[in-house]
């Protein structure tokens, strides 16, 4: 069975510093791999897959996540937070079948 | 462009009301996705359609029918609800590869 694990439910960066949220899947199989961003009181907004190719894969508003097959890990980065950054992020597997299945999500929140 | 649109934003009903909540793409994706979502927690998958047929119901109670009237819309019907049942209710559509949702802003749904 697929599962998500993202560490830390809360993490808080300075406006300018390295925004760094972390998720680990479990697959059988090669999995496609999703980060969405939720901003308060909208629906999920894409920000970057992985599919198959590249490892390193670029998103929207300067977000880039790499998979990482031997770790399990699809972590999230961003070299300099911006206010508008804040949000509910949600890190996801799908392997197919119509079904996404979502880690518990990581409130970033950011200090000026 | 990737654009799914629901309506209404905000719904408040009691639980005696019939209500219909409304989800409409125009990508061509061919599989359409119900999730709700409480506060702080992931999106849970409710239904899929695929090719307009129902492919998965999440066991949800019957309260809940969903609708797939042509490929670019679905409804989702609502019917003697309870209070536990408010939260974000959202709609997703994906191509025909599947593997990449993309979500609608939801309707916020309140039952008194």
Not at chain 1, 51 to 65: H, R, S, W, Y
Not at chain 2, 32 to 52: C, D, N, R
Request: net charge positive; charged share 15%.
């Amino acid at each position: 069975a697929q599962s998500v694990t993202q560490l830390g439910s809360h993490v808080s960066v300075s406006e300018g510093a390295l925004v760094l949220l972390r998720c680990n899947y479990s697959s059988s199989v090669p999995p496609y791999l999703f980060w969405y961003v939720q901003y308060p009181n909208q629906g999920l907004q894409l920000l970057l897959k992985y599919t198959t190719g590249a490892t390193l894969v670029k998103g929207i508003n300067g977000f880039e996540a790499e998979f990482k097959k031997s770790e399990t890990s699809f972590h999230l980065t961003k070299p300099s937070a911006h206010m508008s950054d804040a949000a509910e992020y949600f890190c996801a597997v799908s392997t197919g079948g119509g079904k996404l299945i979502f880690g518990q999500g990581t409130e970033l929140s950011v200090k000026p | 462009d990737t654009e799914v649109t629901q309506t209404p934003k905000h719904l408040v009903m009691g639980m005696t009301n019939k209500k219909s909540l409304k989800c409409e793409q125009h990508m061509g994706h061919r599989a359409m996705y119900w999730y709700k979502q409480k506060a702080k927690k992931p999106p849970e998958l409710m239904f899929v359609y695929s090719y307009e047929k129902l492919s998965i119901n999440e066991s949800v109670p019957s309260r809940f029918s969903p609708e797939c009237p042509n490929s670019s819309l679905l409804n989702l019907h609502l019917h003697a609800l309870q209070p536990e049942d408010s939260a974000l209710y959202l709609c997703a559509s994906s191509p025909p590869s599947g593997e990449t949702q993309y979500f609608g802003p939801g309707t916020r749904l309140l039952v008194l």
